[in-house]
């Protein structure tokens, strides 16, 4: 049970539907769920070590919000990962091909039907999906677990716009495979992921009182002061 409320959860907040930064109430998903809270804390918990949730003292349970050196280091992590997967693995067979071609198609269908969540999801499932197909078991857990935290910085950061980008390169990082070349899909995919946290927008400096500030309605002071 704590696995299927985990799984729920997740995908929740991978598709948007649960933004960074919202509170989580063990009572509220108790009720909803039908289990006990014991239940409940337990699958947060476990979220909690995938760096897609946290608890704050008498305060609860809370989705992270990614900083700027989150950011930073999650993107590091996946260039190492899939640049080094797709340069050392081998060609893809008739039948990985067909599976990889059949999520091209269902990010195209989301995006025709302006299905944010589920395309949301496709984005970053697209990275995890090639690694899969792969077949390697640990290092798919690895990038699901990168993946999660990179929507959530996406949620933050990213503009709307980048969506259709995105879909452009996976076209690119695709074909590549489908034409046998692993170094290249190695190269686009680099590049690809340089170039998406190249357009997050992330402000240059952390405002302390932000939270605070947006809770409230309350516009900065002229000079950065407070009021």
């Not at 039908?34 to 809370?62: K, Y």
């Not at 959530?152 to 695709?174: K, N, V």
């Not at 170094?183 to 340089?194: G, K, V």
Request: with cysteine; glycine share 8%; net charge neutral.
């Amino acid at each position: 049970m704590p696995k299927g409320i985990e799984k729920t959860l997740l995908s929740a907040i991978v598709e948007g539907r649960i933004a960074p930064g919202s509170r989580l109430s063990e009572n509220q998903l108790a009720e909803a769920f039908h289990v006990s809270r014991t239940l409940v804390r337990e699958a947060l918990t476990r979220l909690e070590t995938r760096h897609i949730v946290s608890v704050r003292p008498r305060r609860g349970w809370f989705v992270n919000r990614p900083s700027a050196e989150e950011a930073a280091a999650v993107f590091a992590a996946r260039r190492a990962v899939e640049y080094g997967f797709l340069k050392t693995s081998a060609p893809f067979g008739p039948a990985q091909i067909e599976r990889l071609k059949a999520h091209i198609a269902e990010e195209r269908a989301a995006i025709d039907a302006g299905d944010k969540a589920q395309l949301t999801y496709l984005m970053g499932d697209f990275h995890c999906r090639i690694i899969a197909l792969g077949g390697n078991d640990p290092l798919a857990e690895i990038m699901r677990n990168l993946t999660a935290r990179t929507i959530l910085i996406s949620l933050r950061y990213q503009p709307a716009e980048g969506a259709l980008a995105s879909h452009r390169d996976h076209c690119g990082i695709a074909g590549a495979i489908i034409a046998g070349d692993m170094d290249r899909a190695a190269d686009l995919s680099l590049a690809h992921l340089e170039e998406v946290e190249a357009g997050l927008r992330i402000p240059d400096a952390r405002d302390p009182l932000e939270d605070l500030r947006n809770t409230l309605r309350l516009d900065p002071a002229p000079g950065g002061q407070g009021h």
